[in-house]
């Protein structure tokens, strides 16, 4: 019986190391994109184009558009590109996709213009991939989107 809870107390704390792994691998990436977003608010806090959501989004106002308004619900075609705050670019699409299986940050900021409209989003990662990431995406990235919306389709 001994020998058996030792093995499960290692087991236990290999477990509990290995979890914590994954943040102190990507600490310095999180503080990096972290101390980002904060700088590119700050830098852009006087520009009437640029706005802060409470969730802590950020989006810059290209063109609002003309036409209709996408919901939760919708099927939208969109021109993107997506890239880290390196410059690296992770995505270039164009494609229609439900927005209600994008991440937090679309969700939220795809609503704010209309068809034909072009935003940048600004996404902290608690909004885009967070702690997990995804693919060519590492945990804790701000994720930038250039963003066209094409065509909204809202009774799909």
């Known amino acids: 019986m001994r020998f058996q809870l030792k093995h499960i107390f290692i087991l236990l704390i290999s477990v509990l190391f290995l979890s914590s792994c994954d943040e102190d691998k990507y600490g310095d990436w999180k503080t990096l994109n972290e101390n980002w977003l904060e ?3 700050n830098e852009n806090k006087d520009d009437p ?3 802060v ?3 802590g989004l950020c989006y810059r106002m290209i063109h609002e558009g003309y036409y209709a308004k996408p919901n939760i619900e919708s099927v939208i ?3 993107y590109s997506g890239k880290l705050i390196t410059g690296e670019s992770f995505e270039n699409k164009t494609i229609y996709l439900r927005l209600s299986t994008m991440s937090k940050g679309w969700k939220e900021g795809l ?3 209309r068809e034909g409209g072009r935003l ?3 996404i902290p990662a608690k909004l885009g991939y967070g702690d997990d990431g995804s693919g060519a995406i590492p945990p804790y990235s701000t994720l930038i989107f250039d963003i066209e919306l094409k065509d909204v389709i809202n009774n799909w």
């Open 39 to 41: 700088k590119f608010k």
């Open 49 to 51: 184009d640029f706005f």
């Open 53 to 55: 959501t409470e969730s």
């Open 77 to 79: 075609y969109v021109k």
């Open 111 to 113: 609503p704010k213009i």
């Open 120 to 122: 940048i989003l600004y």
